[in-house]
């Protein structure tokens, strides 16, 4: 985003997919300065939001989640981060069950990929998927931004 001083979904930088329902856009979980309503997903056991990186691979050591700013919110409380080169095969980053840091409008968490689960390898995909009910026990992602932290390399 600083390199490109712009939305780098709208750019064409990266590509942003999911189960998006009606309520914010995919531009918007890049937008740091996005005040509108917060992305959320269909209800759906598999909601995900998946960022391609194109051209780049990244290799994640850390990422950063705003909660929803809804009046009436579905906060995230179990998901995983994982990584993939070509969309088939998935490697679990990080997970959470029943975490409840998220669970307070517009607030922002950072996330530490342990050492452990840290890999070495870049990937061209890094998706976040539910992989449990949220706050009012729906299946809907519901996040205002999200941020990735590690190292950039050209693909």
Known sequence: TKNYNTNINDKGVISISGNRSCNGTYSSLVDYNYSGLSYRSYDDRNSYICFDFKDHCISLSAYSIKSSNHSSPDFLKSW??????????????????????????SIIRTFHICKEKRIKQPFKFIRIRITGLNSRNYYYIEITNIEFFGKYYKH
Do not use: P, Q
Request: aromatic share 4%.
């Open 80 to 105: 995983v981060i994982e990584g993939s080169n070509g969309e088939n095969e998935w490697i679990e980053l990080d997970s959470h069950t029943n975490e409840e840091t998220l669970c307070t409008s």
